[in-house]
């Protein structure tokens, strides 16, 4: 991981810092640790050498395992507090990973006794709090004093509790908290003994007793973790198109890009009439060939409702073998086979609409509506009494989706998004594994904009991305790949921007030695900009070199 960019003139450093973060977040997704499977750890300051010159030189000793913290969760955060009011600080542990939370209840008070100071302020002045008080607590037996503040909102996720907790080896009486209230005023509080509890009130000048009983806590819980499936029914939340991927029949050669070379490749264009369930299958999966006899058996119900099922096999994409056996289903619209860039075209969409990527499992089914937008995902078997349950989300808003989208009710406080705003994002996801397929859903998402403003805001972004690969293809010499992207690109430019994708287009056509037509794009680019420098020179450079290439013939 790179460091910060200090400042955000430093492009490279930012364009570097961007890269790592997302480099990283992929491998999180795809499974790795964010701690490199480290143990939780807890360390014991176990005081100075009484040996050494130096006694303010603390000494630390790991003791993850005796302790029982060395988990191996991921854990996140941490927060300190009294949960059981014994004296001495238990711990609230957050989870990355399950358990998400986790109590641990610390027993140093129960066998050693209550040597602790517990210390709340009250400010008359300023925040009640006393946010940012610093108190320093000095014994008669200990030379060295304590020193806490008040803090609150530092910790990532969580917060620990805002009495200041001062820890003895041994009971001490008598001591001294000297308060730096907020304000900047000191103040002096004496007669504070171990095992109290106490709550100083600025301008006082003597702490109050509070009262505080020890709270029972029942036997420790063990955690019971579900069970692991990787069944799920994920309903979108908004209109998504379904990636336009080939099946063929059962008699056609399967190959890495077989459609242009049969006539037997169909496609999932939308239907005008009905909606379609696309069932990913493969003949040693027992789950999948019971789910398309029930599809079989709940033929006229499914054709009622609108709902016509079409069945892929993936086999010989599993074991590459040419011998896949389609006769244990009898239904041929069952046994459409289909292509290794249109299995990775799934996977690109699952592992951009999932945070963590999925593991490609069979029965794998897409509800489409009846423009081949999906409705929703089936991870496992699916019920029929369910595709018909879903099938009607294709006439409700994004608000009932949402709703139906979680396991339990409850209020949102956020609003629904919309349709271009979910396109918006799966493009940016997808565009990472499959450049086209992103880039397409990116039109889809200027295509379904509420406002003209977020049309021409996701048009600017657009134009910049095709720019950008342009360039980085027309490096590589790719001259036919840079012009398409810059023709995509000038069909969705404004005004404003179409100048600048003319004279990119026009360096590529003159670099594949097209200059009649990169001279006749300039021209166009002058035409709607008259002041474009860059265009003006680089067109004289063109007809300069036209002009040396006629007098020298």
């Given at each position: 991981?790179?460091?910060?960019?200090?400042?955000?003139?430093?492009?490279?450093?930012?364009?570097?810092?961007?890269?790592?973060?997302?480099?990283?977040?992929?491998?999180?997704?795809?499974?790795?640790?964010?701690?490199?499977?480290?143990?939780?750890?807890?360390?014991?300051?176990?005081?100075?050498?009484?040996?050494?010159?130096?006694?303010?030189?603390?000494?630390?000793?790991?003791?993850?395992?005796?302790?029982?913290?060395?988990?191996?969760?991921?854990?996140?955060?941490?927060?300190?507090?009294?949960?059981?009011?014994?004296?001495?600080?238990?711990?609230?542990?957050?989870?990355?990973?399950?358990?998400?939370?986790?109590?641990?209840?610390?027993?140093?008070?129960?066998?050693?006794?209550?040597?602790?100071?517990?210390?709340?302020?009250?400010?008359?002045?300023?925040?009640?709090?006393?946010?940012?008080?610093?108190?320093?607590?000095?014994?008669?037996?200990?030379?060295?004093?304590?020193?806490?503040?008040?803090?609150?909102?530092?910790a990532f996720l969580s917060q620990s509790s805002r009495r200041l907790h001062f820890g003895f080896?041994?009971?001490?009486?008598?001591?001294?908290?000297?308060?730096?209230?907020?304000?900047?005023?000191?103040?002096?509080?004496?007669?504070?003994?171990?095992?109290?509890?106490?709550?100083?009130?600025?301008?006082?000048?003597?702490?109050?007793?509070?009262?505080?009983?020890?709270?029972?806590?029942?036997?420790?819980?063990?955690?019971?973790?579900?069970?692991?499936t990787s069944a799920a029914r994920i309903i979108l939340p908004a209109k998504l198109a379904f990636?336009?991927?080939?099946?063929?029949?059962?008699?056609?050669?399967?190959?890495?890009?077989?459609?242009?070379?049969?006539?037997?490749?169909?496609?999932?264009?939308?239907?005008?009439?009905?909606?379609?369930?696309?069932?990913?299958?493969?003949?040693?999966?027992?789950?999948?060939?019971?789910?398309?006899?029930?599809?079989?058996?709940?033929?006229?119900?499914?054709?009622?409702?609108?709902?016509?099922?079409?069945?892929?096999?993936?086999?010989?994409?599993?074991?590459?073998?040419?011998?896949?056996?389609?006769?244990?289903?009898?239904?041929?619209?069952?046994?459409?086979?289909?292509?290794?860039?249109?299995?990775?075209?799934?996977?690109?969409?699952?592992?951009?609409?999932?945070?963590?990527?999925?593991?490609?499992?069979?029965?794998?089914?897409?509800?489409?509506?009846?423009?081949?937008?999906?409705?929703?995902?089936?991870?496992?078997?699916?019920?029929?009494?369910?595709?018909?349950?879903?099938?009607?989300?294709?006439?409700?808003?994004?608000?009932?989706?949402?709703?139906?989208?979680?396991?339990?009710?409850?209020?949102?406080?956020?609003?629904?998004?919309?349709?271009?705003?979910?396109?918006?994002?799966?493009?940016?996801?997808?565009?990472?594994?499959?450049?086209?397929?992103?880039?397409?859903?990116?039109?889809?998402?200027?295509?379904?904009?509420?406002?003209?403003?977020?049309?021409?805001?996701?048009?600017?972004?657009?134009?910049?991305?095709?720019?950008?690969?342009?360039?980085?293809?027309?490096n590589s010499n790719d001259f036919a790949t840079a012009e398409r992207y810059l023709e995509q690109?000038?069909?969705?430019?404004?005004?404003?921007?179409?100048?600048?994708?003319?004279?990119?287009?026009?360096?590529?056509?003159?670099?594949?030695?097209?200059?009649?037509?990169?001279?006749?794009?300039?021209?166009?680019?002058?035409?709607?900009?008259?002041?474009?420098?860059?265009?003006?020179?680089?067109?004289?450079?063109?007809?300069?070199?036209?002009?040396?290439?006629?007098?020298?013939?």
């Amino acid at each position: 991981m790179s460091q910060s960019p200090e400042s955000t003139r430093d492009r490279t450093g930012v364009q570097q810092y961007g890269q790592s973060w997302a480099d990283t977040l992929r491998l999180v997704r795809a499974g790795s640790s964010w701690s490199g499977r480290e143990r939780n750890c807890v360390y014991l300051n176990v005081g100075a050498n009484a040996d050494a010159l130096d006694k303010t030189n603390q000494r630390f000793a790991n003791v993850s395992a005796v302790s029982g913290f060395d988990f191996p969760d991921d854990a996140r955060s941490l927060a300190l507090l009294d949960w059981d009011h014994d004296g001495d600080l238990d711990l609230w542990v957050r989870n990355r990973t399950a358990p998400r939370l986790r109590f641990l209840q610390n027993q140093t008070a129960q066998q050693t006794g209550n040597q602790a100071i517990s210390i709340e302020l009250q400010a008359t002045a300023g925040n009640r709090h006393a946010i940012g008080a610093v108190v320093t607590l000095q014994t008669e037996s200990d030379a060295r004093p304590q020193t806490q503040s008040v803090r609150c909102g530092d910790a990532f996720l969580s917060q620990s509790s805002r009495r200041l907790h001062f820890g003895f080896r041994a009971p001490v009486r008598n001591a001294t908290a000297q308060v730096l209230w907020p304000g900047g005023k000191r103040e002096t509080f004496a007669g504070l003994a171990s095992g109290q509890a106490v709550r100083l009130v600025q301008g006082t000048g003597k702490p109050d007793l509070l009262q505080r009983s020890v709270s029972k806590i029942t036997s420790p819980s063990a955690p019971e973790p579900l069970p692991e499936t990787s069944a799920a029914r994920i309903i979108l939340p908004a209109k998504l198109a379904f990636p336009n991927i080939a099946w063929l029949d059962e008699n056609a050669v399967a190959a890495d890009n077989p459609v242009e070379n049969t006539n037997q490749v169909h496609s999932n264009q939308a239907s005008s009439n009905r909606g379609t369930l696309v069932t990913l299958w493969t003949s040693s999966c027992v789950v999948c060939r019971q789910e398309l006899t029930r599809f079989d058996t709940a033929k006229d119900e499914l054709e009622k409702a609108g709902l016509r099922v079409i069945g892929v096999n993936i086999d010989l994409l599993l074991d590459g073998t040419a011998d896949v056996d389609l006769s244990r289903v009898a239904n041929p619209r069952h046994r459409y086979q289909t292509t290794v860039a249109s299995a990775e075209r799934i996977t690109s969409l699952q592992n951009a609409i999932f945070d963590k990527y999925p593991e490609f499992v069979v029965p794998l089914s897409f509800l489409l509506d009846t423009d081949g937008n999906m409705l929703a995902i089936y991870r496992g078997a699916v019920e029929i009494e369910t595709l018909l349950q879903d099938l009607t989300l294709a006439n409700e808003g994004n608000d009932y989706r949402r709703k139906r989208m979680v396991p339990l009710p409850g209020t949102w406080f956020t609003k629904a998004a919309t349709d271009s705003e979910f396109i918006e994002f799966a493009a940016a996801r997808v565009f990472a594994f499959d450049q086209d397929q992103g880039l397409r859903y990116f039109a889809d998402a200027i295509a379904a904009a509420e406002s003209t403003e977020r049309q021409l805001r996701l048009q600017g972004k657009l134009v910049a991305t095709l720019r950008n690969l342009s360039r980085t293809a027309s490096n590589s010499n790719d001259f036919a790949t840079a012009e398409r992207y810059l023709e995509q690109a000038l069909n969705v430019a404004d005004q404003s921007v179409k100048p600048s994708v003319l004279h990119d287009l026009a360096i590529v056509l003159a670099s594949a030695g097209e200059f009649d037509k990169a001279e006749s794009l300039l021209e166009q680019a002058l035409q709607l900009r008259p002041d474009f420098t860059a265009a003006q020179q680089n067109l004289k450079l063109i007809r300069q070199r036209r002009s040396a290439n006629v007098n020298g013939n």
